[in-house]
Nanobody
Framework: AVQLVESGGGSVQAGGSLRLSCVVS???????????MGWFRQAPENDRERGGT???????SYEPSVKGRFTISRDSAKNILYLQMNSLKFEDTAMYYC???????????????????????WGQGTQVTVSS
């Protein structure tokens, strides 16, 4: 089974930067399945919300709240997903989760990746706290 382990969270002042990592195990690239990965966050009393997604062709999409400040990338050789967060704001404070979707390369299955329900695998989360 796919397992995801996040790290890199911490406390930072507003305007600062952090880079989160997510180590992926239990999946090997193949031509039959695709893996779509996303970064989500959840603040206390709020719903889990998407930050951004990286698709199997390495294209990315972001929510407006983080676009231009956050960048998703991955090292496929090491099976690590990254989230570079710059110009952090107080409202970015949340638990951050990486998520994975493994789907057959068929139809639009590999194009989905914007909703919580699109992802079947989740890490345990890493806390990011931004002080103003």
């Amino acid at each position: 089974a796919v397992q995801l382990v996040e790290s890199g969270g911490g406390s930072v002042q507003a305007g600062g930067s952090l880079r989160l990592s997510c180590v992926v195990s239990g999946y090997t690239y193949n031509n039959r399945y695709c893996m779509v990965m996303g970064w989500f966050r959840q603040a206390p009393e709020n719903d889990r919300e998407r930050g951004g997604t990286i698709y199997s062709d390495d294209s990315t999409s972001y929510e407006p709240s983080v676009k231009g400040r956050f960048t998703i990338s991955r090292d496929s050789a090491k099976n690590i997903l990254y989230l570079q967060m710059n110009s952090l704001k107080f409202e970015d404070t949340a638990m951050y989760y990486c998520a994975a979707r493994v789907a057959l390369r068929s139809g639009t299955a590999c194009l989905r990746g914007t909703e919580v329900g699109d992802f079947g695998y989740w890490g345990q989360g890493t806390q990011v706290t931004v002080s103003s």
